[in-house]
T-cell receptor, first 116, second 112 residues
Framework: GAVVSQHPSRVICKSGTSVKIECRSLDFQATTMFWYRQFPKQSLMLMATSNEGSKATYEQGVEKDKFLINHASLTLSTLTVTSAHPEDSSFYIC????????????FGPGTRLTVL | AQSVSQHNHHVILSEAASLELGCNYSYGGTVNLFWYVQYPGQHLQLLLKYFSGDPLVKGIKGFEAEFIKSKFSFNLRKPSVQWSDTAEYFCAVGTSYGKLTFGQGTILTVHP
């Protein structure tokens, strides 16, 4: 149980285009999902907290207009990287917190974004 | 703001050696502590967690960790590592807001 999927696993896009990444909790409901970014040889950096039915909360320094987050259902959150640039190339990981829990998070496999 | 520091970036051991990975955190409030593992090509998985109670926590695959409040530490240990333990290990702190702050990660390489 507690499986989180991400789609796509890899994406290559041209500079200036937008890319949508999906995060799904497959066998549980998640009122809260988190989006992280991981640079090579570095740790996971929290980008934003996504709450079902409400606006996402962004960490300091993360542009909310660039990284659009939608959490329309209890099993799906999406991250859209708008007008992507090469510096947005990174590994994006989502996690989902089961409804009724407090500090448990289950992680997706990540999405490798490469912007040319 | 909270921070997490892992002492070693890369640890190399032979099979059957004992393992201890250091983790120190900085946070003034009540914390929950986690160790996650990321095997090559796989997603993060929870190894063990500490919320309260016995400061010596046992996790999966023979791992354990000890919470020492006075030292702000949560070191991960395993008495005898296996080749299959080769992975990257992340210490994380969960705060009252439910967010996780991760350490830099420690790559463990176990030679057969």
């Amino acid at each position: 149980g507690a499986v989180v999927s991400q789609h796509p696993s890899r994406v290559i896009c041209k500079s200036g285009t937008s890319v949508k990444i999906e995060c799904r909790s497959l066998d549980f409901q998640a009122t809260t999902m988190f989006w992280y970014r991981q640079f090579p040889k570095q740790s996971l950096m929290l980008m934003a907290t996504s709450n079902e039915g409400s606006k996402a909360t962004y960490e300091q320094g993360v542009e909310k207009d660039k990284f659009l987050i939608n959490h329309a259902s209890l099993t799906l959150s999406t991250l859209t990287v708008t007008s992507a640039h090469p510096e947005d190339s990174s590994f994006y990981i989502c996690s989902a917190r089961p409804a009724g829990t407090y500090n448990e998070q289950f992680f997706g496999p990540g999405t490798r974004l490469t912007v040319l | 703001a909270q921070s997490v520091s892992q002492h070693n970036h890369h640890v190399i051991l032979s099979e059957a050696a004992s393992l201890e990975l250091g983790c120190n955190y900085s946070y003034g409030g009540t914390v929950n502590l986690f160790w996650y593992v990321q095997y090559p090509g796989q997603h993060l998985q929870l190894l063990l967690k500490y919320f309260s109670g016995d400061p010596l926590v046992k996790g999966i695959k023979g791992f354990e960790a000890e919470f020492i409040k006075s030292k702000f530490s949560f070191n991960l240990r395993k008495p005898s590592v296996q080749w299959s333990d080769t992975a990257e290990y992340f210490c994380a702190v969960g705060t009252s807001y439910g967010k996780l702050t991760f350490g830099q990660g420690t790559i463990l390489t176990v030679h057969p």
